[in-house]
């Protein structure tokens, strides 16, 4: 069995493809397994991890994520600020490409822009799917994600470029 602490040091040490998915298949019948996988991901990188993610659904190339709105994301408007909306986009066209990648595949964002189609306030939830990747070949990918409110309408959206290519030993 691989226990939560085997999971935190493998994610610090290699946010791989294979410890993603089998961190989230430990964590996601947990009580709590959405929110000790967002901590997580905060582990590998600590600047998405200021949002507070919430893994609700990490399947292979697709994730659902949710941002809670709490002061910390708020702007003097009373609405969710424009860069924790980027950083929700972020973390989900992240972990939908990594999910996706085979064990000797890497990935790093080249590229991210969005549209705020919306002010947005409440609970913000990020979903992605990535698209398939060709093993041991070097390019650029496309990705988006749609960031939605709870009545479901889009509020914004993200558009990253994905530079994936073989792993570096």
Known sequence: ??????????????ASSETLR??????????GGGVL???LIGRIAPYSGTIRPE???????YVRVLMRDRRAVRNH????????????????TGMAVLSSLGE???GII???EMDYLKKA??????????????????????????LTDTSGEVVARARARWLIGPAMH
């Open 121 to 146: 306030r409440g609970p913000i939830t990020a979903e992605c799917t990535a698209p398939l990747t060709v093993e041991g070949e070097r390019r650029e990918y496309d990705v988006q994600a749609d």
């Open 22 to 31: 089998r961190a989230w298949s430990v964590l996601r019948h947990a009580p």
């Open 110 to 112: 080249t590229h991210l």
């Open 77 to 92: 408007l009373r609405s969710v600020h424009a860069i924790a909306l980027m950083n929700l986009g972020e973390v989900a």
């Open 55 to 61: 893994v609700l659904v990490l399947e292979t190339g």
């Open 1 to 14: 069995m691989f226990s939560l602490s085997d999971l935190t040091r493998s994610l610090s040490q290699l």
């Open 37 to 39: 996988m967002g901590q």
């Open 104 to 106: 000797d595949m890497r």
